[in-house]
């Protein structure tokens, strides 16, 4: 097991329960796409792994600036002081992958993408 983990046990229940997902990159021009939690795959060396169909002006700017920023939250996940609601702020870096195993996986899982967007995480901060 991963001594150093930066998704704590509230971000993956948070990711089993629906919500909207924001990712914001920046490099061409700023720009901010959305999915959903269901959509999001945790690898067990804490990739996030999400299926790309669209996310065209995302991947100009992650060829410029692999940098982004992703947030979620549910309000079926209770946050601090029972707060009914919990989100989270991600900040990593990205990449697409157009073939190999795990995008054999996604494809599997979810037959409309046409890529996969890879976040290697540098912080989750929890914020409700």
């Known amino acids: 097991m991963m001594e150093n983990k930066k998704l704590s046990e509230k971000f993956l ?3 089993k329960h629906e919500g909207v997902v924001s990712i914001t990159s920046w490099g061409v021009e700023t720009h901010v796409v959305n999915t959903w ?3 999001l795959v945790v690898t067990e060396d804490e990739r996030i792994l999400i299926p790309a169909y669209g996310f065209r002006k995302t991947e100009k700017n992650v060829n410029v600036n692999s940098n982004i ?3 979620l939250g549910t309000r079926e996940v209770l946050g601090y ?3 009914p609601g919990t989100g989270f702020v991600v900040k990593g870096t990205a990449k697409y992958i157009s073939a190999g195993d795990e995008y054999d996986l ?4 979810f037959s ?8 290697t995480v540098d912080s989750a901060k929890q914020m409700l």
């Open 13 to 15: 229940e948070v990711v």
């Open 69 to 71: 920023i992703l947030t």
């Open 81 to 83: 002081k029972d707060y």
């Open 106 to 109: 996604m494809k599997q899982k």
């Open 112 to 119: 409309f993408l046409t890529r996969v967007l890879e976040i």
């Open 37 to 39: 939690n269901s959509f």
